[in-house]
Protein backbone atom coordinates (compact mmCIF):
# COMPACT_ATOMS: atom_id res chain seq x y z
CA UNK A 1 0.00 0.00 0.00
CA UNK A 2 1.40 3.20 -0.77
CA UNK A 3 -0.22 7.07 0.51
CA UNK A 4 1.16 10.04 -1.33
CA UNK A 5 0.70 13.65 0.31
CA UNK A 6 1.17 16.55 -1.61
CA UNK A 7 2.35 20.40 -0.29
CA UNK A 8 3.77 23.42 -1.99
CA UNK A 9 0.42 25.10 -3.47
CA UNK A 10 -0.24 28.35 -3.22
CA UNK A 11 -0.62 31.55 -4.70
CA UNK A 12 1.61 33.02 -6.96
CA UNK A 13 1.66 35.99 -9.35
CA UNK A 14 2.55 35.28 -13.30
CA UNK A 15 6.00 34.62 -14.05
CA UNK A 16 6.66 33.50 -10.81
CA UNK A 17 7.90 29.65 -9.24
CA UNK A 18 6.32 27.06 -7.32
CA UNK A 19 8.15 23.54 -6.05
CA UNK A 20 5.66 21.15 -5.16
CA UNK A 21 6.10 17.88 -2.96
CA UNK A 22 4.83 14.49 -3.02
CA UNK A 23 5.50 12.55 0.18
CA UNK A 24 5.20 8.85 -0.15
CA UNK A 25 4.68 6.80 2.56
CA UNK A 26 5.81 3.31 0.78
CA UNK A 27 7.63 1.87 -1.75
CA UNK A 28 9.36 4.08 -4.38
CA UNK A 29 9.26 1.59 -6.92
CA UNK A 30 6.48 3.39 -8.52
CA UNK A 31 6.68 5.53 -11.71
CA UNK A 32 5.55 8.87 -10.23
CA UNK A 33 3.69 11.83 -12.18
CA UNK A 34 1.66 14.49 -11.36
CA UNK A 35 -1.74 15.31 -13.26
CA UNK A 36 -3.65 18.59 -12.62
CA UNK A 37 -7.77 19.50 -12.79
CA UNK A 38 -8.89 22.83 -13.41
CA UNK A 39 -12.81 23.75 -12.45
CA UNK A 40 -14.88 22.04 -15.38
CA UNK A 41 -12.00 20.14 -16.76
CA UNK A 42 -10.72 16.81 -16.90
CA UNK A 43 -7.66 15.67 -14.85
CA UNK A 44 -4.86 16.11 -17.22
CA UNK A 45 -1.09 14.58 -17.63
CA UNK A 46 1.03 17.24 -16.40
CA UNK A 47 4.76 15.45 -16.05
CA UNK A 48 6.29 11.52 -15.24
CA UNK A 49 9.53 10.14 -13.62
CA UNK A 50 10.08 6.75 -13.88
CA UNK A 51 11.50 4.44 -11.23
CA UNK A 52 14.04 2.13 -13.08
CA UNK A 53 15.59 5.00 -15.01
CA UNK A 54 14.55 8.02 -13.56
CA UNK A 55 13.45 9.05 -17.40
CA UNK A 56 11.08 12.12 -17.38
CA UNK A 57 8.34 13.10 -19.28
CA UNK A 58 5.96 16.41 -19.62
CA UNK A 59 3.19 17.52 -21.26
CA UNK A 60 3.46 20.03 -24.10
CA UNK A 61 1.82 22.88 -22.20
CA UNK A 62 4.54 22.54 -19.25
CA UNK A 63 7.27 21.30 -21.07
CA UNK A 64 10.19 23.71 -20.94
CA UNK A 65 9.45 25.17 -17.79
CA UNK A 66 8.61 22.47 -14.98
CA UNK A 67 11.01 20.24 -14.41
CA UNK A 68 10.10 16.92 -12.12
CA UNK A 69 12.93 15.27 -9.68
CA UNK A 70 12.66 12.73 -7.10
CA UNK A 71 14.86 12.47 -4.12
CA UNK A 72 14.77 8.37 -2.89
CA UNK A 73 16.86 9.34 0.29
CA UNK A 74 13.82 11.19 1.31
CA UNK A 75 10.89 9.26 0.00
CA UNK A 76 9.88 12.59 -2.10
CA UNK A 77 8.91 13.48 -5.68
CA UNK A 78 9.11 17.54 -6.48
CA UNK A 79 7.88 19.86 -9.34
CA UNK A 80 9.36 22.56 -9.83
CA UNK A 81 7.09 24.70 -11.71
CA UNK A 82 9.09 28.33 -13.02
CA UNK A 83 7.32 31.04 -15.53
CA UNK A 84 3.77 29.93 -14.10
CA UNK A 85 0.76 31.47 -15.92
CA UNK A 86 -2.78 32.13 -15.22
CA UNK A 87 -3.55 29.10 -17.27
CA UNK A 88 -1.55 26.76 -14.85
CA UNK A 89 -4.24 27.77 -12.19
CA UNK A 90 -5.55 23.91 -11.03
CA UNK A 91 -5.20 21.53 -8.34
CA UNK A 92 -2.60 18.96 -8.51
CA UNK A 93 -1.97 15.77 -7.77
CA UNK A 94 0.46 13.18 -6.96
CA UNK A 95 -0.01 9.87 -8.46
CA UNK A 96 2.03 6.19 -8.42
CA UNK A 97 1.84 3.49 -9.95
CA UNK A 98 3.05 0.79 -12.87
CA UNK A 99 0.38 0.58 -15.00
CA UNK A 100 2.67 1.14 -18.16
CA UNK A 101 0.70 4.08 -19.17
CA UNK A 102 2.96 7.27 -18.14
CA UNK A 103 0.56 9.88 -19.74
CA UNK A 104 -2.76 8.55 -18.45
CA UNK A 105 -4.83 8.31 -15.74
CA UNK A 106 -5.10 4.43 -16.03
CA UNK A 107 -1.41 4.02 -15.49
CA UNK A 108 -1.44 4.94 -11.84
CA UNK A 109 -3.31 3.30 -8.98
CA UNK A 110 -2.25 5.24 -6.04
CA UNK A 111 -3.25 8.83 -5.89
CA UNK A 112 -2.67 11.87 -3.18
CA UNK A 113 -5.48 14.23 -2.13
CA UNK A 114 -3.66 17.39 -4.10
CA UNK A 115 -2.62 21.09 -3.62
CA UNK A 116 -3.77 24.00 -4.98
CA UNK A 117 -2.09 26.66 -7.49
CA UNK A 118 -3.24 29.52 -8.35
CA UNK A 119 -1.42 31.96 -10.75
CA UNK A 120 -2.98 35.43 -10.91
CA UNK A 121 -2.14 37.64 -13.65
Known amino acids: QVSLVESGGGLVQAGGSLRLACLVS??????MAWFRQAPGKEREFVAA????????YYSDSVNGRFAISRDSAKNTVYLQMDSLKPEDTAVYYC????????????????WGQGTQVTVAS
Open 26 to 31: GPMSYD
Open 49 to 56: ITWRRSST
Open 95 to 110: GAGNGGYIRLLIGYSY
